[in-house]
Every structure is written in structure tokens, then in C-alpha cells.
Nanobody, 123 residues
Framework: QVQLVESGGGLVQAGGSLRLSCAAS????????MAWFRQAPGKEREFVSA????????YYADFVEGRFTISRDNAKNTVYLQMNSLKVEDTAIYSC????????????????WGQGTQVTVSS
């Protein structure tokens, strides 16, 4: 049973924008804290952004530098990642994940993962 499904990736020029979506099953969306991670070729998976346990609390990796925004639509059980001012180094597979314990920035805290969506930023 597929629990998390990402979409919205693609090819964009540096400086452009993309909005990623992660559609979750209702049980996961309502009971887990959601996050985005990414993995570039030859690199380890890294934290991008997450919701905290407190309603509205959000976290971002340092490299985001105000360019990305995580948000959610409760009516659609969907989490978004709006990415602006994209850089070539943002090229990676972006995955959403869901956790119900642990540190938000550690991938081992996450129980459910989507299949990922490719983001490619050209120069």
C-alpha cells in the first residue's frame, strides 16, 4: 500500500522555481510529522525541511537560506515544498517522509518514505 506519493519535480534553470507535492494517506498525515529530504548523486541523503510537533513549527536546513517553504493542505492530506531561487547544487532526488518520534533532521527517525521525485537545475 502506497502511503506517500511525491510529484512536481522536473528540469528548471538556475534561479527558477518548483513546487513539490507529497500526497499522504490520511492516517499518516494526521498522526505523523512530515518532512522533505534529498539525495544528490554520489552523496548521502540530507535533511531539507520538516514540520515540528507543534502546529506551525517548521525547520529548514542551513543551505535553504530562505529559498524554500514547507507547507501543508489539511483538506488534501498534502505537504508541499516551494523552492525558489534554485541553484545547480539543489539537483537531487527529493523525498518526503513521515515520523512519529525522534529528531526531525535525522533520516532514521522516519518510518514512511515516498519514492522520490527528481529535481534537476541547469546552469
Amino acid at each position: 500500500q502506497v502511503q506517500l506519493v511525491e510529484s512536481g519535480g522536473g528540469l528548471v534553470q538556475a534561479g527558477g522555481s518548483l513546487r513539490l507535492s507529497c500526497a499522504a494517506s490520511e492516517s499518516i498525515f494526521n498522526n505523523y510529522a512530515m518532512a522533505w529530504f534529498r539525495q544528490a548523486p554520489g552523496k548521502e541523503r540530507e535533511f531539507v525541511s520538516a514540520f515540528g510537533w507543534s502546529l506551525g513549527r517548521t525547520y529548514y536546513a542551513d543551505f535553504v537560506e530562505g529559498r524554500f517553504t514547507i507547507s501543508r493542505d489539511n483538506a488534501k492530506n498534502t505537504v508541499y515544498l516551494q523552492m525558489n531561487s534554485l541553484k545547480v547544487e539543489d539537483t537531487a532526488i527529493y523525498s518526503c517522509a513521515a515520523r512519529n518520534w525522534g529528531d526531525y533532521s535525522t533520516d532514521t527517525s522516519y518510518t514512511y518514505w515516498g519514492q522520490g521525485t527528481q529535481v534537476t537545475v541547469s546552469s
